[in-house]
């Protein structure tokens, strides 16, 4: 993992427990580094060594401590520089976790080795928000729950309520899913609140052929996942795609789905 993230750590542990408590913690925790640099790579083990010495020191527990922590983080990266790109995310909380994992695909600009987590909502409500998470690090749901509580109430001054429903486990990734709630706001704009409406439904008055013409790159998947029909540019690259299944050629990286049309169909990417 990269150095950012050490930092962050030991930003959390200054402001909360003093300067004088992070020698404490290392040398607790075996590791001999006292200053880490952002964008260099550190074994994945520091940040879990430094909690566990952190709990030693401080008596509270780890998750609560990694919750603490994902509070302090998202402070932290706002005033590290990243409060401009968290902010272009988007124009409401949704919109904020929708384009959570273009923001770390930007971040590969400045850390290109990072190992980022992926987000996706799978429900969405006036009054709550089921999000999907996942890594292939584990441990940290607590510090993502932190994270998401502070970013709401920085950005959007929304107070927030995360709760984690359910986990589990494919591969190598780790899933775990949150019901987002709020205090009987909206979900927010910067400057104001907004109303969700349903759109009219509308008769067609466009041909598919005619609308696809003007789509670059699309792929029409079957509910079997069977491509039926892809753009002219998609052909170029593989002249055998109508006709195949899905999965036999493509590969969906982001997010961490299962190639089925119901998961597929539900995403909101």
Sequence with gaps: MYGLLIVGVQHFI????????????????GLTTLDYQTQKI???????????ALSQETGRTVEDLRYQNGLSFAAFTTDYGYEK?????????????????????HLRFSYP??????FFTVTETVDSIKLVYSSKR???????????????KRFFNLNIT????????EGLVHHVMY???HDGKTWGLPGGDYTQTTLPTWSPTLHSDE??????????????????????????????????????????????????FEEVRRGRF
Excluded: C
């Design 162 to 169: 995360v709760t984690l429903i359910s986990r589990w486990m």
């Design 113 to 118: 080795k990072i190992r980022p987590p992926s």
């Design 42 to 52: 550190y074994s994945e083990t520091i940040i879990e060594r430094l909690m566990v």
């Design 211 to 260: 609308f696809f013409s003007v789509v670059s790159f699309f792929i029409l998947i079957t509910p079997t996942m069977i491509i039926q029909r892809a753009s002219e540019s998609f052909n170029r690259f593989d002249n055998e795609l109508e006709g195949s299944v899905f999965s036999e050629k493509f590969l969906i990286g982001r997010p961490y789905i299962n190639a089925t």
């Design 138 to 152: 584990v441990g940290y749901e607590h510090y993502v729950r932190g994270q998401l509580i502070n970013l709401a």
């Design 14 to 29: 200054e402001t909360y427990y003093g300067q004088h408590i992070w020698p404490l913690v290392v040398a607790r925790a």
């Design 85 to 105: 790109l968290l902010r272009v995310q988007g124009r409401s909380f949704i919109h904020l976790l929708r384009n959570l994992d273009n923001l770390h695909e």
């Design 179 to 181: 019901e987002i709630t």
